[in-house]
């Protein structure tokens, strides 16, 4: 089916998230591989769930799960109060980018209401469910009781209302009592839903709840009995506009924040399909509806996007766009398959999808347009291009460049990523950048920063290559070695440079190296070191060659 | 055989760099012969002298074992690495002679006074004009440029005092490095000097150095990387070690010893001089001291001194002239005149102070004729120490007096001693624990866990404990480091007000810098510095009751023309210590604790004497040595006085002359020294190290030493091996919290006034208190609250009759009532109460008016209504703020305009607003206040709960002994004494006050309602003592501070959710976009004072 949007009395659904944080960690705990048990037993464990942050140096409560809010940790609390009144804590940093990255997962999956979804600040998700819930045999109800289930078996908690204004649903949403009737407003009716919920469900400033509370209205129907001029006066208008909203007097629409579809076409399984194929079938199906109606228009599409819902929640998106615009069914197909190939992970329908729409975000009127070809030639970009080909035929694992590392040991001085990695270092690596006490050090050099470079060799053995040596004792370089029985004589010899085992990684407890750099007399330079010094241990110390100079 | 000395060493006073205390760094050097050692730290001399106390251990010790003539060869130099911010490469500063030193001293002042605290902010030119009588040491940087340029200029500033120096660091090119230098040091004429740029003693520090560095720099050792060192060669190496690095240069390491003999510095050369400005010129300072006491002395006993007291001022002045300390009496004496002079009260306190001197001088209050001296009994011409005298002034007015000490000796002859801020336990395992990457989460855990057991070995089943695994090297690395990193200096704070004042200048003895307040200046030694070298030093210290003392007189003077001053209050008053044996002591100095009200009744002070055991019995010494239980059995003549005893031959009454007076007892500080002395032959200088083990206890763990030597001793002269344990504990426990006889007896003249105060007149006592506060044990509402029991009449703030303060009128009947101030009012602000009194002649009629004739901002306003004290223009709180805040945002006009403004403020429709409850005032009252005079908040929920059987305060206390009792209140102070065995929760209801116990067993279960609420039921058993003492024993905590939520609630039908239906429907957080939650919604009632 297909369908345009009209004007007409508006419906909205609010969705609000009491335990974001939580909810995200437990499932992302849930989806780790069974083998690391150490994950799983926490995931069992009964500790509440504590988010913290630091504000003002003190580590606060900025989220909680369930069971923490039932045994009074709330929000604002410090954690060592928190710690003080329940000492077993499971405690977590709050991950803003994280929970946000979270709350738009649940948006994309709001998309299979409505394609009117917005997301507030504060983790509160609204629909614009205007029309949609014909779809459903209860109407709203039946709307309410998929969306709040369906969340359910995602183990995500979620509180719903519905209402005329955005305002309303959220007041209801957040403030309304618990009821095992679902809370929806009827049509109209949406001033006597809200009337007993506190002046908070505004979403004012604490201050104002207080100068309300104070005044003795303690409900949003005590204010609304007030002059509405006598409470301009006092609070400001801003109290006076939600006041409206809220009382369904007014209706901001939301706006949504995904760009609405031009044309758009969407089929529902009443039985998940779970082959990746027959959703190809289905998406070709989809694309000659949808270039059916393009061509009623006159119009061709520049911008496509097939949207994948899958019955667990998940979403997937599939976009092309165009040169030129385009409406041709298999033309089409034509591109889908081609950027399904490209992608690294391909289409996984998991337990399988239940709904699948196609949407044309941009068009144009379909008349023939001089194609125009970029023809930038920077290295870079084509260095991508290359990285970007060779990973798609290899795969990202198999693609790699080296990344220096800050460090004084030989053997750890670099590191393989992937190449398709970002340029930046690895995380980790860097000094924290807050620190003024740190004297620039942007990014971990091949050079260590404001020292003079030591010379180290283009290739380093490894392992070092054990070698027969006589040297001066104690910290002499050596006269002569043996190395694959070959026995070179030194005519010129610098060092000793000492480096320390890195005491901090438990497996490295070795003795200090000594290293030298020498060169024998056919004029061959090397790089060798001795494990040990002399009279410390009681075995003498051992002679390594561990690379070539040029 | 090589000779060597390492002249580039840095101690861990060269924050997050040195690794190595000065003392170990000595030691080092020491044990590996080196001919001395160069102490240079960053920009500072804080450390040199402990590393000069350190040489002088060694020479002792050179002279044990080898004669009292012989000299140890090794020789210290002190001086200060600059690191100078101008990119020039660090030089090190080494004093030739005793103006260098000052030279030095007044650079580093320079530079610190330059930037903010804890900086030193130099310049190149700043040494170069400064560098006569310095011995020069050029470090290179790991790149030799600019060097060319820069030695000829630092050899024209210093000619022929200037060394460049190397190092050979195993760096690959130290040869190379080495022989470049050699060049560039013989073709500019500079002596190499071979120096190992030492970070640490020993190179097992290596991990702890790179632990610092990573503190330093708030990075992870893992991601460090090349800010670490690469080896571990950076510490004192032998001299034959350095001869053979330097092979290629042996002249750099002769060179030391050349340098060492240019210097003639030494620390025992700073000679202490007293300030001339106290004596008048052409007279001595003793026959000046003698001359002012007897003057004031014949001033205060009109009558005639007393015999008795021209006794102990004869003996006291003999012996101030034979220790020579007269300019030290005087110097207090100035002070204290100046503080009289402004009428700022003070007091002095310390075993000096308890003399009859210092009473004739005016600054002890403790009358010599009614009270025993301490004087003769600490001061002595063995003991070598200086006199030790505190005073304490009023809180609020200290900072004038600093000021002004400050002004009159001038910054560079005065300045604030430093306390050294060390790494305790918790902060070294936060920051170890960050720096080897464990979380914020898990370094707490551990800290939370290891807090108190240092010393020891961590236990596995402690790490256990914390739900670690013990067997994690990660973790038992940060355990171990974080032990090392213990008792390192992290930063020098001031000292709370320690002052050093000299005849010369003090900046050319030690640098001064700023502190963190304004208009403070601080030196950079520590009170032991200061004792080790012999400097004086006064102790202005700040004290909340002698602010409410002064308050109090003054209005005792003003509305009773009664005229007091600390001396004069009459003695030994009976109403007076009738009043405390009833433990009415709530606002009393020192004794309104629950522990001290709770042991009030059982001593049953009646003397003087009585108050100075009260204060210090109830303290950490007395109670961990087990000494209270005995003194109050032999007090109730339950148990007899007997005094321990030696065997023979010793004499038997040798502690009989020492434990007297409290009964055979020990109970304060000096007695357990003088214990030490008399039956474990302690020597002075022993006894003095005991007594600064004890100050330091928690630093340093040298306790053991003497533990064994003390009670060993004590048992070999035939003492009881338990009560010689019980004395050592003591000890142990003053280390936590000292308190001497001395100190008592000036805190217990203290005591005895508040209480006069508070006895005779309880109005002035409660308005004087709340003017005071912040200070004390009670929060407003308790004060108000004991005020009112007692029969004071309080008033509410109003805008027509309240000042800032809280003053005092005169009610219907005359007698004196209090009235609330405006400084009552959580958020109003001084000044605008001050406009506010200035403006109201012929009193406000109206909010225009008020709000016209102030200007006063719409906040101010608002907050005056909140706090409902427009009732006198006939507006209640809630018609109040309806009407304030109608009043538009920007300031008023002038008044020709305010006119046709307030007629722009014309009619509106009448608001429908509800009459606000009683209830709900009380609780705004709290919200606003912190106190309500309407009614207790606890009084509407009566009948509520007393369908639950809950008893109230009144009906608990008179129920008899192991009574079963049900009582809730609100919570005023949650108490974890001591070793936590039992937490005392103090609940308060419209009737009183009840105090809970709980055992710590049943604390756990308990532990969310004990530590989260604020309206608590509490059921248990009532255990009453023989005096009367009455409490609830708990066995069972259930918060009930939804309760409050009631009384705010205009619809009592409306039901509070339950805690299960906040799982499966959680509220809303309320104002999510604010991060803080605004405080006056959070707290329907004040936070209690709690434990952590």
């Known amino acids: 089916m297909s369908c345009a949007f009209s004007a007409r009395s508006r419906r909205y659904l609010a969705l609000w998230l009491p335990y974001l944080q939580a909810d995200r960690v437990r499932r992302q705990e849930r989806g780790l591989p ?40 709330n929000p604002g609390l410090t954690l060592a109060d928190a710690r003080a009144r329940v000492p077993k804590l499971r405690v977590l940093e709050a991950d803003p980018a994280a929970d946000a990255r979270f709350l738009e997962r649940i948006a994309d999956f709001c998309d299979r209401y409505t394609p009117l979804v917005t997301i507030e600040t504060t983790g509160i998700v609204i629909l614009d469910i205007t029309g949609c819930d014909h779809l459903f045999p209860d109407g709203e109800v039946g709307l309410y009781t998929d969306i709040i289930g369906r969340l359910d078996r995602m183990d995500i908690g979620a509180c719903a209302a519905i209402a005329d204004t955005p305002d309303g649903a959220r007041a209801l949403a957040c403030f309304g009592r618990h009821q095992t009737a679902p809370r929806i407003s009827k049509s109209g009716r ?4 809200v009337s007993d919920l506190p002046p908070a469900a505004l979403g004012i400033p604490s201050e104002t709840v207080i100068s309300l509370f104070r005044a003795g209205l303690k409900t949003i129907g005590d204010v609304a009995k007030q002059p509405r001029a006598a409470l301009a006066a006092r609070f400001g208008g801003d109290l006076v506009a939600r006041l409206a909203r809220t009382l369904g007097e007014e209706d901001i629409r939301i706006s949504p924040r995904r760009p609405l579809p031009i044309v758009m076409a969407e089929q529902i399984f009443a039985e998940p399909i779970t082959s990746a194929d027959y959703a190809l079938v289905i998406l070709g199906e989809l694309a000659s509806r949808a270039s059916h109606i393009l061509e009623e228009r006159g119009e061709g599409g520049r911008c496509f996007e097939a949207t994948f819902h899958r019955s667990d929640g998940r979403v997937q998106w599939l976009a092309v766009q165009t040169g030129h615009p385009l409406r041709d069914p298999r033309a089409l197909m034509r591109l889908f398959r081609e950027r399904l190939d490209a992608l690294a992970d391909p289409l996984d329908p998991g337990f399988g999808f239940d709904l699948m729409r196609l949407s044309v975000l941009t068009s144009e009127p379909l008349t023939l347009a001089q194609s125009s070809l970029d023809a930038r030639t920077v290295a870079d970009d084509e260095m991508i291009a290359l990285v970007d080909r060779l990973n798609a035929r290899f795969g990202a694992r198999d693609v790699t460049r080296f990344v220096p590392v800050d460090t004084h040991n030989p053997e750890r001085a670099e590191r393989m990523v992937a190449a398709i990695a970002s340029n930046k270092s690895p995380a980790g690596l860097q000094p924290k950048a807050n620190t003024n006490k740190t004297k620039g050090q942007p990014s971990p050099s091949w050079l260590p920063s404001g020292q003079e470079a030591l010379p180290r060799p283009i290739h380093l053995f490894e392992p070092p290559q054990p070698i027969k040596t006589t040297a001066e004792v104690p910290d002499g370089p050596p006269f002569q070695f043996t190395w694959r029985k070959a026995n070179h004589r030194i005519v010129r010899a610098e060092g000793p440079e000492r480096i320390a085992a890195e005491w901090w990684r438990s497996t490295d407890d070795k003795p200090p190296r000594d290293y ?30 561990h690379g070539l100079f040029p | 055989m090589h000779t060597y000395a390492e002249l580039a060493t840095t101690s861990n006073f060269s924050f997050l760099r040195g690794a190595s205390h000065a003392a170990d760094l000595v030691g080092q050097a020491l044990e590996l012969g080196h001919a001395g050692i160069g102490i240079a730290d960053r920009n500072t001399v804080a450390g040199v002298v402990r590393a000069y106390a350190a040489v002088e251990k060694g020479k002792e010790a050179y002279q044990k074992l080898h004669g009292p003539t012989a000299t140890l060869p090794f020789k210290l130099a002190v001086g200060a690495r600059l690191v100078l911010a101008d990119g020039t490469p660090d030089i090190l500063a080494y004093p030739e002679d005793r103006a260098g030193w000052g030279r030095l001293c007044r650079l580093l002042t320079e530079g610190k006074l330059r930037a903010g605290k804890g900086e030193c902010l130099l310049h190149l030119d700043d040494l170069l004009g400064h560098a006569q009588g310095l011995l020069l040491v050029l470090m290179p940087r790991r790149s030799l440029d600019g060097l060319d340029a820069l030695l000829p200029r630092l050899q024209e500033a210093a000619p022929g005092a200037l060394w460049l120096a190397a190092a050979m660091h195993h760096r690959g090119d130290d040869r190379r490095r080495l022989a470049g230098l050699k060049s560039l040091a013989e073709h500019h004429g500079v002596p190499l000097l071979a120096v190992n740029d030492v970070l640490y003693h020993h190179p097992s520090q290596r991990p702890l150095q790179d632990v610092m560095t990573c503190i330093r720099e708030g990075v992870t050792v893992t991601s460090a990387g090349r800010l670490l060192e690469a080896n571990a060669e950076r510490h004192l190496k032998t001299p034959q070690e350095m001869a053979r690095l330097f092979r290629d240069a042996p002249e750099a390491v002769a060179e030391t010893l050349h340098f060492l003999d240019r210097i003639s510095f030494s620390l025992d050369q700073l000679r202490y001089e007293y300030p001339d400005e106290p004596v008048p010129p052409g007279r001595t300072a003793q026959d000046w001291l003698e001359e002012l006491t007897w003057r004031r002395a014949n001033l205060i006993y009109t009558k005639g001194i007393p015999d008795k007291v021209q006794r102990s001022l004869k003996d ?3 012996l101030i002239g034979r220790l020579d300390y007269a300019r030290y009496f005087l110097t207090i004496h100035d002070i204290v005149r100046h503080a009289d002079d402004q009428g700022i009260l003070c007091q002095g306190r310390g075993s000096a102070a308890n003399s009859a001197v210092c009473f004739a001088l005016g600054i002890t209050s403790v009358d010599p004729d009614q009270h025993e001296l301490l004087f003769s009994r600490f001061i002595s011409a063995e003991r070598k120490e200086p006199p030790d005298i505190d005073v304490d002034f009023e809180h609020e007015r200290r900072e004038e007096v600093i000021q002004w000490v400050y002004e009159r000796y001038g910054r560079h002859r005065a300045g604030i001693a430093a306390t050294v801020i060390s790494y305790r336990p918790r902060s070294a395992i936060r920051e170890v624990g960050k720096a080897l990457g464990l979380t914020e989460d898990v370094t707490a855990r551990l800290a939370d866990t290891v807090w108190g057991s240092w010393g020891t070995e961590l236990a596995d089943t402690q790490v256990r404990e914390a739900g670690l695994d013990p067997d994690n090297p990660t973790i038992r690395r940060a355990v171990d480091l974080a032990g090392q990193l213990m008792g390192f200096p992290r930063h020098l704070s001031q000292h709370v007000g320690g002052f050093v004042l000299t005849r010369g200048r003090l900046d050319e003895l030690v640098p001064i810098g700023n502190a963190a307040m ?25 004290l909340g009751m002698l602010t409410c003392l002064r308050k109090g007189l003054s209005l005792l003077r003003e509305h009773c023309g009664i005229e007091h001053n600390l001396a004069s209050v009459p003695s030994e008053d009976p109403a007076v210590y009738e009043m405390l044996q009833k433990s009415d002591s709530i606002g009393v100095f020192q004794v309104e604790s629950r522990a001290q009200i709770n042991m009030l009744p059982r001593l049953k002070p009646k003397e003087f004497y009585d108050l100075v055991i009260q204060v210090a019995i109830v303290r950490p010494g007395p109670i961990q040595g087990d000494m209270v239980h005995p003194y109050l059995r032999r007090r109730s003549c339950v148990e007899e006085v007997t005094y321990p005893s030696p065997a023979p031959p010793h004499d038997p009454d040798e502690l009989r002359h020492v434990l007297k007076r409290t009964l055979g007892v020990p109970l304060f500080q000096e007695q357990a020294m003088k214990i030490a002395m008399v039956a474990a032959e302690f020597t002075p200088e022993e006894a003095n190290g005991l007594r600064r083990a004890m100050a330091t206890f928690r630093h340093l763990g040298n306790m053991h030493l003497y533990e064994d030597k003390m009670i060993e001793g004590m ?9 010689a344990q019980r004395c050592f504990d003591q000890i142990k426990g003053f280390g936590e919290y000292g308190f001497p006889e001395s100190h008592a007896s000036a805190f217990a003249r203290l005591v005895y006034i508040s209480a006069w105060i508070k006895c005779h007149h309880p109005t002035i006592f409660a308005c004087a208190l709340l003017n005071s506060q912040p200070m004390g044990f009670y929060a407003p509402a308790q004060i108000v609250r004991d005020a009112r029991e007692h029969g004071v009449t309080v008033y ?21 009532a209090l009235r609330l101030g405006l400084r009552q009012i959580d958020g109003f602000r001084e000044n605008w109460a001050n406009t506010l009194c200035t403006q109201r002649v012929g009193g406000y009629d109206s909010i225009e008016t008020l709000w016209q004739r102030t200007g006063l901002p719409k906040q101010a306003l608002k907050l005056l209504a909140d706090a409902d004290a427009l009732r006198s223009i006939g507006l209640d709180r809630r018609t109040a703020l309806w009407a304030v805040r109608r009043l538009p945002d920007a300031e008023p006009l002038p008044l020709f ?11 509106e429709p009448a608001a429908d607003l509800a009459p606000m409850q009683l209830s709900e005032h009380v609780v705004a009252d709290y919200q606003t206040t912190r106190l309500s005079l309407k009614a207790h908040p606890m009084a509407f929920l009566r009948d509520h709960f007393r369908r639950e059987g809950v008893k109230s305060a009144a009906e608990v206390a008179a129920l008899r002994d192991g009574a079963f009792a049900k009582m809730a209140g609100v919570v005023l102070v949650r108490q974890r004494p001591g070793k936590g065995n039992a937490i005392f929760m103090t609940l308060e209801d419209e009737t009183g006050i009840t105090n809970a116990v709980i055992w710590a067993r049943r604390f756990e279960r308990f532990r969310r309602a004990v530590m989260g609420s604020r309206l608590v039921l509490v059921e248990g058993r009532v255990q009453k003592s023989p005096e009367g003492v009455i409490h609830l024993m708990a066995f069972g905590v259930y918060d009930r501070s939804s309760e409050l939520e009631r009384l705010s609630e205009a619809h009592s039908a409306r039901l509070v959710l339950s805690p299960a239906d906040h799982i499966k429907h959680p509220l809303y957080p309320r104002h999510a976009t604010q991060k803080r939650d605004h405080p006056r919604n959070v707290r329907v009632l004040p936070k209690s004072r709690d434990f952590h």
């Open chain 1, 34 to 73: 069974a083998r690391d048990n150490k994950a799983k037993s926490k995931v069992q464990s009964p500790a509440p769930l504590v988010f913290v942050e630091k504000v003002k140096s003190a580590l606060r409560l900025v989220a909680v799960d369930g069971q923490a809010r039932g045994l009074g940790l």
């Open chain 1, 190 to 193: 949406q001033a006597r839903a």
């Open chain 1, 516 to 545: 030298y750099r020498i060169e024998d007399d056919s004029g061959r330079r090397f790089w060798v070191f001795r494990e040990g010094l002399f009279g410390e241990a009681d075995q003498p110390p051992r002679w390594f060659l």
């Open chain 2, 316 to 318: 006291e002045l003999a």
């Open chain 2, 518 to 542: 304004d208009d403070r200046t601080f030196i950079e030694w520590d009170k032991d510095d200061i004792d080790t070298l012999g400097l004086m030093k006064v102790d202005v210290l700040a």
């Open chain 2, 715 to 723: 048992v070999r002269r035939g003492y009881d091996r338990d009560f």
């Open chain 2, 796 to 816: 509410p703030a109003d805008i027509n009759t309240s000042q800032w303060d809280n003053t005092l009128e005169r009610d219907e009947t005359g007698a004196l």
């Open chain 2, 897 to 907: 305009v305010a006119a046709a403004q307030a007629a722009e403020l014309g009619p």
